[in-house]
């Protein structure tokens, strides 16, 4: 495990300008969130630094990722914005030689969720959906929620996201449903 320059120097040369600005807002929420709820501060800085640290690879490093790395061969057929969370997650392990499975999951799960999430994994999702520079109807809402109930701002993100993909036409990756069933409020 590197020093925190090192790692910033490191996932830098990764990331463009804007998406790495992204990455340091979305620690500082996390570190926020983690003193809120109670969840180890330098785990929760070092999460959000590295969720996106696979988000600019070409496509071909994650179909080769998914084959070395023996991964589910359905992500195949995926795309980026399923890839740089859950073959993204190999790609930190081995290339900045992060082990904690509690960052790792975190990173896997945070564009889809998944049924089971610690703490540090609902933080981090939350995060990346309410750091300050988002800007979407429902965003002060998220942020609200967030601060009340993870519980249910993990809900909340997670209905909002299917209502947006559902919409564009997108198709839905079998984990984001997962998701939605294992999180959704149930009133009886
Ligand atoms: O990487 P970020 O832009 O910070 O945010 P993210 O990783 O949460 O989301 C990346 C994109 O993934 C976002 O535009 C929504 C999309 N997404 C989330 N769940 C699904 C999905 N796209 C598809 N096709 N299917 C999903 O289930
Ligand atoms: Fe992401
Ligand atoms: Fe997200
Ligand atoms: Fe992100």
Do not use: C
């Amino acid at each position: 495990v590197d020093s925190r320059d090192q790692l910033l120097a490191k996932i830098s040369k990764q990331l463009k300008p804007a998406r790495f600005e992204h990455v340091q807002r979305v620690e500082q929420t996390a570190i926020q969130l983690a003193k809120q709820y109670g969840v180890n501060v330098e785990k929760a800085s070092i999460a959000g630094l590295v969720h996106d640290y696979a988000k600019q690879r070409p496509d071909e490093d994650f179909i080769k990722a998914i084959k070395h790395f023996q991964l589910d061969p359905d992500l195949v057929n995926w795309n980026n914005a399923i890839w740089h969370g859950i073959v993204g997650a190999e790609l930190i392990k081995s290339e900045l030689d992060i082990t904690d499975e509690d960052i790792l999951d975190a990173v896997r799960y945070h564009t889809t969720g998944n049924r089971y999430m610690t703490k540090l994994a609902q933080i981090i999702y939350m995060a990346d959906y309410i750091e300050p520079a988002r800007d979407f109807d429902g965003v002060e809402k998220a942020r609200l929620l967030t601060s009340q109930s993870l519980e249910l701002a993990v809900a909340y993100q997670t209905k909002h996201t299917l209502l947006y993909l559902l919409e564009n036409n997108q198709r839905i990756y079998p984990k984001t449903i997962d998701t939605y069933n294992a999180w959704v409020p149930q009133s009886g």
